[in-house]
C-alpha cells in the first residue's frame, strides 16, 4: 500500500489518542492553520460582472462606435450596436458564472457540519470549524469534512468515487498509533473530504483541512484559468483594433483634406462621419457573437451541450482526443463471453462460484454480468465483503453455503488470484496462456477461487492464501456502433485519438486494433501510464505523439498525459466523468464531460457536456466546430471584401476633389444588404459527414496567402470602383451618373461574392443574392426612385461594365476560397 506522509506540525503534540482539543486549542490552531474552507466561492454580485465586463475591449469598442453613430445622427445604427451588446455582455457574465457554478457541484459533495471531540465531549459544529489535530466522529451515510487519519471504528467502507471515479468501495482501517513520532501512514488509513463513509462509525484524527486536502487542491486545478481569452477572440480583437485605427485615421485625413480643398467645416465633417460610418468594422464583432450563439444551437443538435460558448471555436482546432474506453468507445456494458472451467466443473459452476463475490447493490458492470449469468440456486448469506480496490485488484466475500459451511469466494484480476492459490508453476502457466489469449482478444480476463474455512462466524481479517482455482471467465464489452468508422475519420482529418484505460495492456491493444487505432500498419502504439516521465518520455515511449493507447492508468494520471500532449504542440480534447477528471477537463482545450454517467463537477467544468457518452458525438462536435470555423471564415471574408473597396473608393473620390460618393441613404441601403448576407447567408452554411481539415496553426484567423489574396482582391475592387466612377462622372460631371454605375458595380460585386463563397448551397444565399440584384434594379432602374436617391437610371453600355466588375469579383472570390482551403 502506498505511503502518504504526515505532517510533522499536526499530531507531533497529541499524546493521546482519544482525546479531542480544547477551545483554547482549536483556537491556537485555526489562527495557525486557517479555516477549513475547501471551496472558495466569492457570491456573483452585479459589481462582480460589471467590473469583469469593463474588461472587454469589445464592449468599449461598441460603446465609442455607437456614440459616434448617435452623434452623426444615425440612431438606427446606434441601437443595433446596442442591441450587439447583449450577447456580449452575457457572454462575460456566463464565463463569469461558470467558474461560480462549478465551485458550487465541487461543494456540493462537502460535509456541511461535523461531530468532534471538543473540551471532552462531542458537539456539532459547521465544517468550516475543523481544525487539524480535531478528533472527528462519523457515521455512516456521512461525509468527512477535511484529510484525516481513521484511529477506531471497524468494518468501514468509504465511497471515494468523487475522488478516484472508481464505483468499488474501499476498506479503511484504523492506524494504531496516530500521534507522536509517525511520519508517514498506508492509505487504507486515510479518509479525505468529499468522500463518504458507508458502513461503520470512523473516529479520524484531522491532518489536513482547506486548500491542503485533496480535495481542495483539485478546486485549485478547476479555478485556474477561467478567464483566458481564445486565440480566436485575440485574432478578432486585433484585426478590429487595427481597422478601427486605419478607419479613425482616413477620416481624420479626409475631414483635413476637404478643409483644405474648400469645401467648409459642414463638408469636411459630413465626409468624415460618412466616411466612419461605411469605415467602422462594427460588423466583425457581431458576426463572432452570433456565429458562436449559432454554434451553440448546431451542436446541441448533434447531442453536444456546449456550457461556454468560445468551445464551439476550440473544438473546431482540435488536434489530439485523449478519450476514455469504457462508455465512451465501448459500450459501458460487459457480457459474459468465454468460460474456462478447472477440471471437474462445469461452466454454471464457475460462474456460481465468481457470483458469491459478487455484490448486488454495487452497480459495478462486472458484478451485474456475473449476477445475471450465475444459475439460480439457494439463497447464500453474504457475511463479509473485502471490496475490490486498484492496490487489491481482487473482491472477497465471506458466505454461509447450502450445507451451513463458510467459504471465502475470491474474484478478480488473474495474476492477483493466481497467487492466492496453491497451483503448481506448471499449472499456473497453462492458466496464464490461456488469460494472454483471451486478452488479445480484447476481453476482460478475470479468475474465481473459493477456500473452504473451519469457522463458526466470519473472519475479521482476509484470508490470503490455501484457495482453489475454479477457472477463468472472459467477459466483453462491446464496442459502440460506428466508432470505428468516427476513429477513421478523426485520422484522415489530421486528427489524433489516444485511448486511456485501466485495462491490461493486452486487452487495451486488442479494442484499439477494432476500432482502428495505430499507424499504416495497424499495429497500435500501446505504452503504460507509468512509463511516462517529466519530459513526456519513458520505457517504450519515443515519441508522445506516436501514442495510441495508454494501459493501466490510475484515475489520476490522466492530466499528466493532457499536459504532456499539450506540451507537444497539440490541441487536446478529453474526456472525463469524475471530479478526479475535474483537472484535466480544465486544463484540456476542450474538456468533454459524460452527461450521462458523469458527476456534477465534471459537468461543471467541462466546456461539453455530451448527451449520450457517444464517441461519435465527439466526432460530430468537432465536424460542427469545424465547420462553422470555416463559416466564419467566410464571412469575415465577405466583409472584408466588400468593406475594402466601400473604404477605399468612399475616401479616393472625396480626397481627389469630387464631390462624396456615397451619401448617407446609399450607406443605409448597402448596410441593408450586406448585414442580411454576413449573418444570414454564412453561418447557415451546411455541416458535410466528412471532416473538413484544418491546420495545426489554427490560433491565425487567416494565413498569409489569405490576407495576401484578400488585400489584393480589395485593392482591384476598389481600383475598378474608382475608375469606374470617373468615367462616369465624364466631361458633363454628370455625379448622379456617377454615383448609379458605382453603387451598381459595389452590390453586383457583393452579389458575386456571395455566390462564389457560398456556393448558392442554402435557400438564404439565394434569396439574398437575388434580393440584391432586384433591390438594384428597382433602385436605379425607376425614374422616381432613383431622383429620390440622388441616382440616375444606367444605359445598357453601363450595365455591361457593372456586369465586368461582377465577374471580376467572382473570380477574385474563388482566389480567395482557395487560399482558405490551403492547409
Not at 486536502?213 to 481569452?229: C, D, F, K, N, P
Request: glycine residues 8%; aromatic residues 6%; hydrophobic residues 50%.
Amino acid at each position: 500500500m502506498p505511503l502518504r506522509p504526515i505532517p510533522a506540525d499536526r499530531l507531533a503534540d497529541l499524546r493521546d489518542p482519544a482525546l479531542g482539543l480544547s477551545a483554547a486549542e482549536a483556537a491556537s490552531r485555526r489562527a495557525r492553520f486557517g479555516w477549513n474552507d475547501i471551496v472558495v466561492a466569492p457570491p456573483l454580485t452585479w459589481r462582480d460582472l460589471i467590473r469583469s465586463t469593463l474588461r472587454d475591449p469589445q464592449i468599449w469598442f461598441l460603446v465609442v462606435v455607437s456614440g459616434l453613430f448617435v452623434i452623426t445622427g444615425d440612431y438606427t445604427e446606434a441601437v443595433i450596436l446596442v442591441v450587439a451588446m447583449v450577447p456580449l455582455v452575457g457572454m462575460d457574465a456566463f464565463l463569469h458564472r461558470r467558474t461560480q457554478a462549478s465551485t458550487q457541484g465541487l461543494a456540493s459533495r462537502l460535509a456541511a457540519q461535523a461531530t468532534i471531540l471538543r473540551d471532552g465531549g462531542p458537539i456539532t459544529v459547521a465544517a468550516r470549524e475543523v481544525v487539524p489535530g480535531d478528533l472527528v466522529e462519523t457515521g455512516a451515510g456521512s461525509a468527512f469534512p477535511a484529510d484525516g487519519l481513521v484511529v477506531a471504528g471497524e468494518d468501514l467502507q468509504v465511497d471515494e468515487s468523487s475522488l478516484t471515479g472508481e464505483a468499488y468501495p474501499v476498506r479503511k482501517l484504523a492506524l494504531a498509533a496516530a500521534g507522536a513520532g509517525q511520519r508517514a501512514a498506508e492509505t487504507l488509513h486515510w479518509v479525505f473530504a468529499g468522500t463518504r463513509l458507508l458502513t461503520g462509525t470512523a473516529r479520524c484524527r484531522i491532518v489536513h483541512t482547506g486548500g491542503e486536502t485533496l480535495y481542495g487542491e483539485i478546486v485549485r486545478s478547476a479555478q485556474m484559468g477561467s478567464h483566458a481569452r481564445t486565440p480566436l477572440q485575440i485574432a478578432v480583437m486585433r484585426l478590429v483594433a487595427l481597422m478601427l485605427a486605419g478607419a479613425l485615421l482616413l477620416c481624420v485625413a479626409l475631414a483635413a483634406i476637404r478643409l483644405l480643398q474648400g469645401h467648409g467645416w459642414l463638408d469636411a465633417f459630413l465626409s468624415a462621419a460618412t466616411l466612419a460610418i461605411a469605415a467602422l468594422p462594427e460588423e466583425f464583432p457581431v458576426v463572432f457573437t452570433f456565429f458562436l450563439g449559432v454554434g451553440v444551437y448546431r451542436l446541441a443538435r448533434r447531442q453536444a451541450l456546449v456550457r461556454r460558448a468560445v468551445a464551439v471555436e476550440n473544438i473546431g482546432r482540435v488536434t489530439c482526443i485523449c478519450s476514455d474506453k469504457t462508455g465512451t468507445i465501448t459500450e459501458g456494458k460487459l457480457a459474459l463471453a468465454h468460460h474456462v472451467p478447472a477440471q471437474g466443473l462445469s461452466p454454471d459452476d464457475l460462474v456460481g462460484w465468481a457470483a458469491l463475490a459478487a455484490r448486488p447493490e454495487s452497480g459495478d458492470p462486472l458484478d451485474v454480468a456475473l449476477l445475471g449469468a450465475a444459475p439460480t440456486c439457494a439463497p447464500i448469506v453474504q457475511l463479509a465483503t473485502f471490496p475490490f480496490t486498484e492496490d487489491r485488484r481482487r473482491e472477497t466475500s465471506i458466505v454461509r453455503l447450502a450445507d451451513g459451511t463458510l467459504a471465502a469466494v475470491v474474484k478478480g484480476a488473474p495474476e492477483t488470484v493466481f497467487a492466492m492459490c496453491g497451483e503448481t508453476p506448471a499449472a499456473l502457466e497453462a492458466w496464464r496462456a490461456e488469460v494472454t489469449t483471451y486478452a488479445a482478444t480484447g476481453h476482460k480476463v478475470i479468475a474465481a477461487a473459493s477456500k473452504r474455512l473451519d469457522l463458526a462466524s466470519a473472519p475479521r481479517e482476509e484470508p490470503e492464501s490455501g484457495y482453489t482455482l475454479h477457472g477463468l471467465l472472459a467477459l466483453e464489452d462491446p464496442v459502440r456502433p460506428g466508432v470505428r468508422d468516427a476513429v477513421l475519420s478523426c485520422r484522415a482529418a489530421g486528427i489524433r485519438v489516444i485511448m486511456i484505460t485501466g485495462d491490461h495492456p493486452a486487452t487495451a491493444g486488442a479494442i484499439a486494433r477494432d476500432v482502428g487505432l495505430g499507424g499504416a500498419d495497424g499495429v497500435p502504439v500501446v505504452v503504460l501510464a507509468d512509463d511516462l516521465d517529466r519530459d513526456g518520455a519513458g520505457p517504450g515511449i519515443e515519441d508522445i505523439t506516436k501514442v495510441d493507447v495508454v494501459a493501466r492508468a490510475a484515475p489520476g494520471q490522466k492530466l499528466r498525459w493532457v499536459e504532456a500532449m499539450q506540451r507537444a504542440g497539440e490541441i487536446v480534447a478529453v474526456t472525463g466523468d469524475g471530479v478526479n477528471d475535474v483537472p484535466a477537463l480544465q486544463c484540456a482545450d476542450i474538456g468533454i464531460a459524460m452527461g450521462e454517467r458523469g458527476t456534477q463537477s465534471a459537468r461543471e467544468v467541462a466546456s461539453i457536456v455530451l448527451l449520450d457518452d457517444n464517441f461519435r458525438t465527439i466526432l460530430s462536435a468537432i465536424a460542427e466546430g469545424r465547420q462553422l470555423f470555416r463559416n466564419l471564415q467566410l464571412a469575415f471574408a465577405y466583409l472584408l471584401l466588400i468593406h475594402i473597396p466601400f473604404v477605399l473608393s468612399a475616401a479616393a473620390i472625396p480626397l481627389a476633389d469630387n464631390p462624396l460618393l456615397y451619401l448617407p441613404i446609399h450607406i443605409v441601403w448597402l448596410e441593408l444588404i450586406i448585414h442580411p448576407t454576413m449573418l444570414l447567408v454564412f453561418q447557415d452554411l451546411p455541416t458535410t459527414d466528412r471532416l473538413l481539415p484544418t491546420s495545426r496553426n489554427g490560433a491565425q484567423f487567416f494565413r498569409a496567402p489569405a490576407w495576401a489574396m484578400i488585400l489584393l482582391a480589395g485593392a482591384i475592387l476598389a481600383a475598378l470602383l474608382s475608375f469606374g466612377f470617373e468615367y462616369a462622372l465624364g466631361a458633363t460631371a454628370d455625379v448622379p451618373h456617377a454615383r448609379a454605375l458605382t453603387i451598381a458595380a459595389l452590390i453586383t460585386t457583393s452579389a458575386a461574392i456571395t455566390a462564389v463563397l457560398s456556393g448558392l448551397k442554402t435557400v438564404s444565399a439565394r434569396l439574398v443574392v437575388a434580393a440584391s440584384l432586384g433591390s438594384l434594379l428597382v433602385m436605379v432602374q425607376m425614374p422616381a426612385l432613383a431622383a429620390l436617391l440622388h441616382l440616375r437610371p444606367l444605359h445598357l453600355i453601363d450595365w455591361a461594365m457593372v456586369a465586368c466588375v461582377g465577374a471580376i469579383a467572382a473570380l477574385l472570390a474563388a482566389m480567395v476560397g482557395r487560399a482558405l482551403r490551403a492547409v
